[in-house]
C-alpha cells in the first residue's frame, strides 16, 4: 500500500519558520515526482512546490519564492518543506503528493496536473498567527 503521511504542522507567530515532514511508505518517494500543495479556508487547492528525483526541476508558486524549499532523507524515505517568513496568508493544511510519472512538467504537476497525482497525504495544518 502507498502512503505519504505529513507531520510538522501548527501554530506559528509571522516571521517564523516551520519544517513539514512527508514521509513515504510502499514506495522511494525519491524515484517519483514530488508536490507540496495548500489548501486554505474557502479556497482550491494549490501546488506550492513541486520537483522530481533529484530535484532537477522545482516549481515554486511566487509567493513562496526565496522563503520555502525542500530537502530530501533518503534513509528515512522522506522529503521536508522547510517554510521561512511565514505569513498569515500562509495559513492552511498542507498536503504532499507524489506520482510514478515523471515526464510531465513540475508547473503541470503543480498545476491543472495535481488531481492526478497517484498518492496523497492526509495534510497537516499550519496557522500562522500572532
Known amino acids: 500500500q502507498l502512503q505519504l503521511v505529513e507531520s510538522g504542522g501548527g501554530l506559528v507567530q509571522p516571521g517564523g519558520s516551520l519544517r513539514l515532514s512527508c514521509a513515504a511508505s510502499g514506495f522511494t518517494l525519491d524515484e517519483y515526482a514530488i508536490g507540496w500543495f495548500r489548501q486554505a479556508p474557502g479556497k482550491e487547492r494549490e501546488g506550492v512546490l513541486c520537483t522530481y528525483p533529484r530535484d532537477t526541476s522545482i516549481y515554486y508558486t511566487d509567493s513562496v519564492k526565496g522563503r520555502f524549499t525542500i530537502s530530501r532523507d533518503k534513509a528515512k524515505n522522506t522529503v521536508y518543506l522547510q517554510m521561512n517568513s511565514l505569513k498569515p496568508e500562509d495559513t492552511a493544511v498542507y498536503f504532499c503528493?507524489?506520482?510514478?510519472?515523471?515526464?510531465?512538467?513540475?508547473?503541470?504537476?503543480?498545476?491543472?496536473?495535481?488531481?492526478?497525482?497517484?498518492?496523497w497525504g492526509q495534510g497537516t495544518l499550519v496557522t500562522v498567527s500572532s
Open positions: 503528493a507524489a506520482d510514478p510519472r515523471t515526464y510531465y512538467s513540475s508547473s503541470y504537476n503543480c498545476g491543472e496536473g495535481h488531481r492526478y497525482l497517484e498518492v
